[in-house]
């Protein structure tokens, strides 16, 4: 599940929650980090972009349709013996119709591990948007 809160300095909050698709990408990611110890890489990254219409159910997707805002370096949180763990990153200051998200290994390209679209979100240059996964395993 993912959750994208935007916060506008009028205080007003408008939250919306997505499911979204781990990428064949991201199973690949997962198998290799278990079971080969292959991948050094963490999911450390959220990316935005404004181009969710573009394949929004692709499993076989490696990047964002149109990822035109830097990376927000993303906050990891997990409770020992629960079976979720969040990744949440911040933007601010940025002018954009965000339609799509995902968490990514790198600050620029690396793999994707996720993705999510949903209905514009216009940010201004005084918004702060939140971008938090919620990841269940089960």
């Given at each position: 599940?993912?959750?994208?809160?935007?916060?506008?300095?009028?205080?007003?909050?408008?939250?919306?929650?997505?499911?979204n698709i781990i990428v064949d990408q991201g199973f690949d990611f997962i198998a290799d980090s278990l079971c080969l110890g292959a991948e050094t890489a963490k999911l450390a990254w959220i990316g935005i972009g404004t181009n969710g219409a573009l394949e929004p159910t692709n499993a076989a997707r490696t990047t964002l349709g149109t990822e035109n805002v830097p990376r927000a370096s993303a906050t990891y949180a997990h409770t020992a013996s629960t079976r979720q763990?969040?990744?949440?990153?911040?933007?601010?200051g940025r002018t954009a119709a965000i339609t799509e998200a995902g968490i990514f290994t790198a600050s620029t390209a690396g793999k994707m591990f996720d993705r999510v679209v949903f209905g514009a979100i216009n940010l201004q240059p005084a918004d702060t948007l939140t971008a938090k996964f919620t990841l269940t395993m089960s």
């Open positions: 599940r993912t959750q994208l809160a935007d916060v506008e300095t009028n205080e007003s909050f408008d939250t919306v929650h997505k499911d763990f969040t990744l949440e990153g911040t933007f601010t």
